[in-house]
């Protein structure tokens, strides 16, 4: 099959990696965000976690060390969010906007000096001969490791959310915070495990780009990632399987706006490399058209005090 | 144990007290990274802070400083206005670039004409602009409940790419010899906007910072408009009681946030920046949201904070250039202070006490 110089098959094996980062990215905002806790830091984590990893990664040349330590430094740059809001109160929006700013300016501080450098290869999870078989192999056996682990983590958070306790403290933490403290659970902590898991995802999905999509490093190398996985937590309607699609979706769209650049289809290559954007923009307003509770969680982006 | 407890009142003392002990706060923090990274701290610091004013420099540096702080005042007081009300506009730096390329456009389009009227068609031209890429998600919000936060920043990334085509497409120099880039304004006297007073760094961006600085104060403190957007940050509930209009806010502080962001842009492309390129835009529009909260939402603040900001921009170029530290260190710094401020800024509604007993 071949439409138009894009094979679909080849099309949705690259979509798949292609939405890893912004799928991790988006899992750990929804936890984050159904805890009542808006962290529009997601950019910077995820850069700091594209750094950190790639320089793990090439520190020890391991790409699975490399993931660790971008889940880690992302983890960690959270927390500084999660100090600042959970205890020292300050306001979610402009703190997560500092996040950012202040991920930005210390990745490209510190990857000054590994510009060019190659990271050790992730290798594919399945061997060669099941990747070859026709269809079902690009799709289902060409991934890393990565690749499966995304969408096993879109099930975990699932189960969690709807079928356990902690996803019951959690949701009701982020539903009404006063009730959840009033029934004796520790609000700000809670909270601020999520921001760190939060975090932990985020680096990871930005480990994903500078280890594997790229794979090298460069200024920014995130380039927004993090800002859609903000806007595909809303489209999903703060639901795991919801974020899944939202982010192959994005990933389809981001892929099938390369293919055409290089297919050469006419279409001018501002107008392409702007698409994934607008189509967000687009997305968002269906998603938030005609709705007056969104689905989102009711304590969103209040902090908490105990005044007892 | 230490435990927070709520003040009745806001402590007016916090208030003014919190962005110098983030600045102090900050300078040690930075001391320490600069030291960290194998610099003198006590030397970088003063190059950054001391220098630019009183170095043996100064006397152009001081010039400079008006120069980045004209942009960022004016973005910060369109942003306050928005963020006192709790609307969101975090994509001035996209309003910022349309102002540039829709305000160079039309004196483009005339030129070679002289008229003295052109430079002012210019300025309305841009904030017409700003305004204009700030009303998408204005509008999107008030009639489609989308999140401005989101789309704002979205349109950020399209102004870029608008951008990269102007400077490389429909607003390319026919005279460039190929080259990326307008033609530039300093040769084209009826569009530019030269320093107005020898050494000052002082153009008409400048003069409009103030101004609206004043006008915004005004606003705030005497007008009706201003006790509205006050009451709809703080109370939103009590403000729809009022007859506050959710609304029609929204459409009114991301229009003047946009204009004014749109108005800063073309103010740097017809004076320092010279002519529209690919990166003309130097992230003042991202730098004046920390300038809009180093300066406490209030526009005399405002001022203050942007010549602070100012003096780490160009005493962070002097430090770059006499002692080697890296672009990126002065970036980390201006988010450190952000991170500080916030974190000190918990003193103003709250206090720490000593818990006794078991909590």
Known sequence: ?308 | MLRLEKRPTPSRFWLYATPPVAVILTMVAGGILFAAMGKNPFEVIRTIFWDPVFGEFAFYLRGQLLVKAGPLILIAIGLALGFRAGIWNIGAEGQYIMGAIFGASVGLAVFPTENRLIFPVMVVAGAFGGWLWAMIPAILKTRFNTNEILVSLMLVYVAETILAKASTGFLKNPEGMGFPGSRNFSSYPAAANPELIAGTGLHWGGVAAFVTAILAYVLLTRHQTGFQIRLAGQAPRAARFHGVSPARLVVMCMGLSGAMAGMAGLFEVTGPAGQISIDFNTGYGFTAIIVAFLGRLNPLGIVLAGFLMALTYVGGEMASTNLGLPDAAIQVFQGMLLFFLLAVDVLTNYRFRLAVGAH
């Not at chain 1, 990696?17 to 929804?30: C, D, K, N, R």
């Not at chain 1, 909270?191 to 200024?219: H, K, N, T």
């Open chain 1, 1 to 308: 099959m071949d439409w138009g110089g894009i094979n679909p098959v080849i099309l949705i094996a690259t979509l798949m990696a292609s939405a890893v980062p912004i799928l991790l990215a988006a899992l750990g905002e929804t936890v984050v965000e159904r805890a009542g806790v808006l962290n529009l830091g997601v950019e910077g984590m995820m850069v700091i976690g594209a750094l950190g990893g790639f320089i793990v990664a090439v520190q020890t040349g391991s790409p699975v060390v490399g993931f660790i330590g971008g889940a880690v430094c992302g983890a960690a740059l959270s927390l500084i969010f999660a100090l600042l809001t959970q205890v020292f109160l300050a306001n979610q929006v402009a703190t997560g906007l500092a996040l950012t700013l202040f991920g930005l300016g210390v990745s490209s501080l510190g990857g000054q000096g590994y510009n060019g450098v190659k990271p050790p290869p992730t290798g594919k999870l399945f061997p060669q001969a099941l990747a070859d078989l026709p269809v079902v192999g690009p799709i289902v056996f060409g991934h890393d490791w990565v690749v499966y682990f995304s969408i096993a983590m879109t099930a975990v958070l699932w189960w969690v959310l709807k079928a356990t306790r902690v996803g019951l403290i959690i949701r009701a933490v982020g539903e009404s915070h006063e009730a959840a403290h009033a029934l004796g659970y520790k609000v700000n902590r809670i909270r601020l495990m999520c921001i760190a898991f939060g975090g932990a995802m985020a680096g990871m999905g930005g480990a994903y780009v500078s280890l594997a999509r790229v794979p090298q490093w460069v200024d920014g190398i995130t380039a927004g990632a993090g800002w859609i996985a903000l806007a595909i937590v809303v489209f999903a309607s703060w639901k795991p399987w919801r974020v899944l699609i939202g982010a192959y979706l994005f990933g389809g769209i981001t892929v099938l706006q390369l293919n055409l650049q290089v297919a050469g289809s006419g279409i001018p290559v501002e107008y392409l490399s702007m698409a994934p954007y607008l189509i967000t923009i687009l997305v968002l307003v269906i998603i938030s058209a005609g709705r007056k509770a969104n689905g989102a969680p009711a304590s969103l982006g209040q902090n908490f005090h105990a005044s007892r």
